[in-house]
């Protein structure tokens, strides 16, 4: 019953701005811990940035000082601020959330920067 889905991905020029935006529906709970991951083509999937409950944050290092990722006032939602964007962004982005043993992946959504 619980879905994630993810919106706010387009086309962007380098060096623009993208906010991606996740929702939980059926949601009764607060997810424990909140993630952004992303897939290129040819390339494994990877944690861009997480944020827990508490407001902890993780961000890989190539996105650290340009990505800022956040949790709505709403528990079950969670955001991605994208700026100063590289061709190396471009990717499908999925939304994941965890609470106690259980994880939830949203659908994705595509991120294309061109240079």
């Known amino acids: 019953q619980v879905q994630l889905v993810e919106s706010g991905g387009g086309l962007v020029q380098a060096g623009g701005s993208l906010r991606l935006s996740c929702e939980g529906t059926?949601?009764?709970?607060?997810?424990?811990?909140m993630a952004w991951y992303r897939q290129a083509p040819g390339k494994q999937r990877e944690l861009v940035a997480s944020v827990r409950s508490g407001g902890v944050t993780v961000y890989v290092d190539s996105v650290k000082g340009r990505f800022t990722i956040s949790r709505g006032v709403a528990k079950n939602t969670v955001y991605l601020q994208m700026n100063s964007l590289t061709s190396e962004d471009t990717a499908a982005y999925y939304c994941n959330a965890e609470y106690w043993d259980s994880g939830y992946w949203g659908q994705g959504t595509q991120v294309t920067v061109s240079s």
């Open positions: 059926g949601v009764s709970f607060n997810f424990d811990t």
